[in-house]
């Protein structure tokens, strides 16, 4: 039986993991805007083993609190899921500054604060698991999604240098880059959209009408992701740092690295040019 301290747990793959764990008996602490949405949620699901906590991930106290919260409740933590978040579509000179901060806010300064609290705990205990949730988007970047993108990049780098500070301290760390998975990520609850828009963009207010229509056809199955994400922790990262969910995430990610390699190879020439030549 294993501990788990999961963020962002009210809808979609976080809400599928916490079912999926509770059925097969582990312990759970799920934080969430709204603990009454998620209990709902769960009402066919024995939750004895679950310590819901509403939680703003940008108060670093609270989210102190609510590792210590599940430390006393459940004795340890093995399990850390950074899944908090939302969308954002829109042009870079229409997002606001408000935008920024409040994505930011999430996507790097939450997961900054539980790495904080937990971390001291996974190194007293000598294992744990930490899996952060970023997204194909992480890897590359489609136009209208920069803000979102800016985020799962941060995430992407700060999760690299992780994995390589807490090699030796027996704690594994995983970067999860799902695609388009079958939840209201694509809809109001989870999408935010620009308050002002300009008529420069038409092409950008085609693909978001695009997104919004998407709901209910994407490829990924949330019950098998979350499923994918139980089997990652429990046969540690694997040896590998990446884990891709979803055949549109795979087609995407060959896709950039295959244009990105082009990119470098193209430019061996110019970046030995600039070096310092030596007698």
């Not at 699901?45 to 939680?55: A, F, G, I, K, N």
């Not at 998975?181 to 978001?208: G, I, K, Q």
Request: proline share 3%.
């Amino acid at each position: 039986m294993s501990t788990w301290f999961i963020t962002g747990t009210s809808r979609g793959l976080g809400r599928e993991l916490v079912t999926q764990l509770l059925a097969r008996g582990e312990h759970v602490t799920a934080t969430t805007r709204s603990t009454e949405r998620l209990t709902a949620a769960l009402s066919d699901v024995d939750t004895s083993r679950l310590l819901p906590l509403e939680l703003d991930l940008t108060d670093e106290a609270a989210v102190t609190q609510a590792v210590e919260q599940t430390r006393e409740r459940f004795g340890r933590i093995d399990v850390v899921v950074n899944n908090a978040g939302y969308g954002f579509l829109g042009a870079v000179e229409e997002t606001s500054d408000a935008d920024v901060r409040a994505m930011l806010d999430v996507q790097v300064v939450g997961v900054w604060n539980v790495l904080r609290a937990v971390l001291p705990i996974l190194r007293t205990q000598r294992s744990g698991h930490v899996i952060n949730i970023s997204s194909i988007l992480g890897l590359t970047s489609f136009p209208g999604w920069a803000l979102y993108c800016a985020g799962k990049f941060a995430l992407e780098g700060l999760t690299e240098s992780l994995a390589a500070e807490v090699a030796d301290l027996g704690i594994a760390v995983s970067l999860v880059e799902p695609g388009y998975f079958r939840t209201d990520f694509l809809t109001s609850n989870s999408l935010v959209l620009p308050e002002e828009t300009t008529d420069a963009y038409p092409a950008l207010r085609e693909m978001t009408q695009a997104h919004l229509q998407m709901a209910g056809t994407q490829l990924g199955d949330p019950a098998k992701g979350a499923a994918a994400l139980i089997d990652l922790a429990g046969a540690g990262n694997g040896g590998r740092l990446r884990h891709l969910l979803g055949s549109d995430a795979h087609t995407i990610a060959v896709s950039a690295l295959q244009t990105r390699r082009a990119e470098v190879e193209a430019g061996e020439q110019v970046a030995r040019s600039t070096d310092v030549v030596t007698a």
